[in-house]
């Protein structure tokens, strides 16, 4: 599988409702998962790069404490996140496999 950073399309709205991006349920102002993308790393480097799998730009989204190396087996996204997986990154990425 080619190296990865699982990022976060975060909603920072104040009165945004559901997960904050450490899983807890969000309070007022505290980012929410929006959507979990992935992005390839950079190339001879070990930093994001600029756009995800589907092509979204990953200047404004945050790098998520998930790493796939880190769990063998595993998807390419934590468990707590499945229902907020993007589509067309996952497709990337099962294609890869």
């Given at each position: 599988?080619?190296?990865?950073?699982?990022?976060?399309e975060?909603?920072?709205a104040?009165?945004a409702?559901?997960r904050a991006?450490?899983?807890e349920?969000?309070?007022?102002?505290a980012?929410?998962?929006r959507q979990?993308h992935a992005?390839p790393?950079?190339p001879?480097s070990s930093?994001?790069?600029?756009r995800?799998?589907?092509g979204?730009?990953?200047?404004a989204?945050e790098?998520a404490p998930?790493?796939p190396?880190?769990?063998?087996g595993?998807?390419?996204?934590a468990p707590?996140?499945?229902?907020?997986?993007?589509s067309?990154?996952?497709a990337?990425?099962e294609?890869?496999?």
């Amino acid at each position: 599988m080619t190296e990865i950073i699982v990022v976060y399309e975060l909603d920072r709205a104040p009165t945004a409702v559901g997960r904050a991006s450490s899983g807890e349920s969000g309070g007022e102002g505290a980012p929410v998962v929006r959507q979990v993308h992935a992005a390839p790393i950079a190339p001879d480097s070990s930093a994001l790069g600029p756009r995800t799998f589907c092509g979204k730009d990953t200047f404004a989204m945050e790098a998520a404490p998930w790493k796939p190396s880190e769990h063998p087996g595993s998807s390419w996204y934590a468990p707590e996140h499945a229902d907020r997986v993007c589509s067309a990154c996952d497709a990337v990425l099962e294609d890869e496999t």
